[in-house]
């Protein structure tokens, strides 16, 4: 199992503002992914990693940008919050190897609300 | 591409019965994997149980067990013995060794003592 923490886990922030959401993961795991997620609805990928400065945008466009300079660490950016960004925001890794390859873990996940 | 479809968006056992979640999914890739996940009110998704598309053997964790067939791409989640703590909104998702998940649309499970 992976260690994933995100933080914050809860942010409230006016329009305008420049954001963070910070995602760490400590097994070493090459491949990195960031979700967005509304209330009781699926997940959509929005970015992802497979290593260090490799990055890709995922099937749901996203105003957001992320960056991957370490293996363990994948910050995910909002330059100007709007409200159309509220929602919850969840990080994953997966290993890189054949062993239980494709497997995501998840971390707690940001719940962002943008007034 | 692929597609992962959940027809049934809410779900409800009465506390110790079984049910079954179903799953169907569409892909164009040979090596793929399948999974359930579990999302609790805590937001936190949780691995239940995954399933290697060329393994024919149903998967099988503890209480929760798979039925996987692969020619009817369906792949549907059976919890024995259901408990207070397995009620939660479940996933399923196809992926391959490349590592992109596609989710399906959830089903909220509800457990009844």
């Known amino acids: 199992e992976a260690d994933i923490y995100q933080t914050p886990r809860y942010l409230v922030i006016g329009t305008g503002k420049k954001i963070t959401l910070e995602c760490s993961q400590t097994?070493?795991?090459?491949?990195m992914y960031w979700y967005q997620q509304d209330p009781g609805m699926e997940l959509h990928l929005i970015h992802y990693?497979?290593?260090?400065?490799?990055?890709e945008k995922g099937d749901l466009s996203s105003e957001s940008t992320v960056s991957r300079i370490r293996t363990e660490h994948f910050p995910l950016t909002l330059e100007s919050a709007r409200p159309s960004h509220t929602s919850q925001y969840l990080c994953?890794?997966?290993?890189?190897?054949?062993?239980?390859?494709?497997?995501?873990?998840f971390g707690p996940g940001t719940r962002l609300l943008v007034l | 591409a692929q597609t992962v479809t959940q027809s049934q968006p809410e779900m409800s056992v009465q506390e110790a019965e079984t049910v079954t979640l179903s799953c169907t999914y569409d892909?164009?890739?040979?090596?793929?994997?399948l999974f359930w996940y579990k999302q609790p009110p805590s937001r936190q998704m949780i691995l239940v149980i995954r399933?290697?598309?060329?393994?024919?053997q149903n998967a099988t964790e503890n209480r929760f067990s798979v039925n996987f067939q692969k020619a009817a791409k369906s792949f549907s989640l059976k919890i024995s013995d259901s408990q207070l703590g397995d009620a939660a909104m479940y996933f399923c998702?196809?992926?391959?060794?490349?590592?992109?998940?596609?989710f399906g649309q959830g089903t909220i499970l509800t457990v009844h003592p």
């Open positions: 994953a890794s997966a290993p890189g190897g054949a062993s239980r390859r494709a497997t995501q873990y």
């Open positions: 097994m070493g795991h090459d491949k």
């Open positions: 990693s497979y290593g260090v400065n490799s990055t």
């Open positions: 892909t164009s890739e040979s090596d793929y994997y």
């Open positions: 399933q290697e598309a060329y393994k024919q």
């Open positions: 998702a196809g992926g391959t060794s490349y590592g992109k998940l596609t």
